[in-house]
């Protein structure tokens, strides 16, 4: 097993800037990318970004301008910021572990609805 | 860009075999994973690599993939299958991407 846990604020002000951040027990980041997906309500699912334990990243190439994930291994944990957001950033935001190579995510946190609204 | 394309909703009758199709250009090309999600819960991998199955997840579920089209086949559908599935695949163009998502209703 390899829980993973999001934490940040739920409400974001339009404009400002969301920050989540994924917690990892159970394993270390080694050896596997990590990645943020999210989900607006009633709609499916968008890949943001994953990241490797060398720091080197991908993002969405329509969040791109707006996006940042880092990593910290002294803490076990991942994080996503998201500049500039409006309502239509409004989601479920998972972290999930994301096989390389053959891509595909085997272990997913449970998830955290994160609201823009003034 | 790349992407995929699922048809929303599938319907089928308990103990009958349901078919998710995901259509993608040259998806036969490469590797389609495929996600379980009831209401209110996290994805759950249920096919990786095409045809691979995770520990935990039943002989009922299989995948294949062909030209440009990714099937997902759940034989012998129980009520507990009912959920939404997507598939999922990676693209040099635009990374990791997932289909529209189809809805399985088992009635």
């Known amino acids: 097993q390899v829980p993973l846990q999001e934490s940040g604020p739920r409400l974001v002000k339009p404009a400002e800037t969301l920050s989540l951040t994924c917690s990892v027990s159970?394993?270390?980041?080694?050896?596997?990318?990590w990645t943020w997906i999210r989900q607006p309500p009633g709609k499916g699912l968008e890949s943001i970004g994953y990241?490797?334990?060398?720091?080197?990243?991908y993002y969405n190439p329509s969040l791109e301008s707006r996006v940042t994930i880092s990593v910290d291994t002294s803490k076990n944990q991942f994080s996503l910021k998201l500049r500039s957001v409006t309502a239509a950033d409004t989601a479920v935001y998972y972290c999930?572990?994301?096989?390389?190579?053959?891509?595909?995510?085997?272990?997913w946190g449970q998830g955290t609805l994160v609201t823009v609204s003034s | 860009s790349f992407g995929l394309t699922q048809p929303p909703s599938v319907s089928v009758s308990p103990g009958q075999t349901a078919t998710v199709a995901c259509s993608g250009d040259?998806?036969?090309?490469?590797?389609v994973s495929w996600y379980q999600q009831r209401p209110g819960q996290s994805p759950v991998l249920v096919i990786y690599?095409?045809?691979k199955r995770p520990a935990g997840i039943g002989e009922r579920f299989s995948g294949s993939n062909s030209e440009n089209t990714a099937t997902l086949t759940i034989s012998g559908t129980q009520p507990m299958d009912e959920a939404d599935y997507y598939c999922?695949?990676?693209?040099?163009?635009?990374?990791?991407?997932f289909g529209g998502g189809t809805r399985l209703t088992v009635l």
């Open positions: 990241i490797y334990l060398s720091g080197s990243t």
């Open positions: 999930a572990r994301l096989h390389g190579g053959l891509f595909y995510s085997d272990y």
């Open positions: 999922q695949a990676w693209d040099y163009r635009t990374g990791v991407v």
């Open positions: 040259k998806l036969g090309n490469k590797y």
């Open positions: 690599q095409t045809n």
């Open positions: 159970g394993d270390s980041l080694n050896n596997y990318y």
